[in-house]
C-alpha cells in the first residue's frame, strides 16, 4: 500500500545491524525525512504531494515516542489514533501510505503498515446518550471541568479534536467557531448553554483570546492528550473500552441530529400535504364533485 519511492544506495545502513540481522526496530531521524522529500521532488514528483507528504510524515514523527522509534506495531498504533482522533478511513490511510513510502525508501518495509482499513472497535462502538450523560457526571464526580467541557464541546456542538484550536476566547464571545480546510470552510454556532459554561470557564481561567483549552503552562491541548484524558474518563465511567473518544461523541452529535433533522424534514411533508388537501378542499379543480 505504501506510495512509490525513489531508491538510494545508502538505504541498507538504515535496515541492518553490523552483523547483518535486520533489527526489530530503528530511530527515525529528520535528516531521513527530508533525503526521502529530497529524493521525491529530485524525481519530478509534484509539489503539492510533496507537501502533503511532509504534513504525513511530520504529523507522524510528532507522534513517536521521545526516542523515535518505530517498530513492527508503530504504524497500527497510529492509525488507530488517527481514527480515535476523528479522521477519516480515507484519510488515515492516505497518511500511512506516505509514512509506508518513507519506510519503503529507507529499506524497512517490514515495518509497513499492510492491514487493510477495517472498522477498528473505536469505529463499531455507538456511543448512546445516555452513556454520554456518564461521561458528564463522571467528569463532575472529579471536578474537572475542563474534561467536562471537552466532552460537551464534542458531543453537543459537533467540533472534531483537530477543531478545539478554533475554540477560542473570540469565538465563543460571538457564539460561532469557524473551521478551515483545504476545500472547505465551515462555522459553528455554539449551543446557548454550552456558550455560558465556556464564558464562565475562559473568565475564570483568565483566557482573554487565544484557545480556550489550554495546558497549565499556557499551551493548546494536543489532540493525543485530548483523546487520551477522554480515554480515561471513559474508563472510569465504566463505559465499554473504545466507546468514549472524541470520533465516538461527534458520531453521537451527528446522529442525534440526523434523527431531529428526519423527523423535522417528516412534520414539514405531513403538515404541507395537509395545507395542499384544505386547500384543494376549498378551491381544487374537482373540488364538490362526488
Request: a positive charge; glycine letters at 8%.
Amino acid at each position: 500500500m505504501g506510495a512509490q519511492s525513489p531508491r538510494t544506495r545508502d538505504e541498507a545502513p538504515a535496515a541492518r545491524q553490523a552483523g547483518g540481522g535486520r533489527r526489530a526496530s530503528f530511530c527515525l531521524t529528520e535528516k531521513q525525512i527530508q533525503r526521502f522529500l529530497d529524493a521525491h521532488a529530485e524525481s519530478g514528483c509534484a509539489g503539492d504531494t510533496i507537501r502533503q507528504y511532509r504534513s504525513a510524515i511530520l504529523q507522524f514523527y510528532e507522534f513517536l515516542p521521545e526516542s523515535k522509534q518505530v517498530s513492527r506495531d508503530t504504524l497500527s498504533q497510529w492509525n488507530t489514533l488517527l481514527l480515535e482522533q476523528g479522521y477519516s478511513s480515507s484519510t488515515a490511510c492516505t497518511r500511512l501510505s506516505a509514512v509506508n513510502g518513507l519506510l519503503d525508501f529507507l529499506g524497512r518495509r517490514d515495518l509497513q503498515w499492510r492491514t487493510k482499513l477495517e472498522r477498528t472497535q473505536a469505529d463499531a462502538a455507538e456511543l448512546t446518550r445516555e452513556e454520554y450523560i456518564r461521561l458528564l457526571q463522571e467528569a463532575k464526580r472529579q471536578e474537572n471541568i475542563t474534561l467536562y467541557l471537552l466532552v460537551k464541546t464534542i458531543a453537543s456542538a459537533g467540533l472534531s479534536v483537530q477543531s478545539l484550536n478554533g475554540l477560542t476566547r473570540e469565538a465563543v464571545d460571538c457564539g460561532e467557531v469557524r473551521t478551515e480546510r483545504k476545500l472547505y470552510s465551515q462555522t459553528v454556532a455554539l449551543p446557548a448553554g454550552l456558550r455560558r459554561e465556556l464564558l464562565d470557564y475562559a473568565m475564570r481561567e483568565g483566557v482573554r483570546s487565544g484557545p480556550v483549552f489550554r495546558t497549565a503552562a499556557g499551551e493548546p491541548l494536543r489532540r493525543t492528550a485530548v483523546t487520551c484524558m477522554i480515554s480515561r474518563l471513559g474508563e472510569a465511567a465504566g463505559l465499554e473500552p473504545g466507546k468514549a473518544n472524541p470520533r465516538s461523541l461527534k458520531r453521537l452529535y451527528q446522529s442525534t441530529f440526523a434523527e431531529y433533522q428526519r423527523q423535522a424534514d417528516e412534520w414539514m411533508r405531513t403538515t404541507y400535504a395537509r395545507l395542499l388537501a384544505e386547500e384543494d378542499q376549498e378551491a381544487g379543480w374537482l373540488a364538490g364533485r362526488g
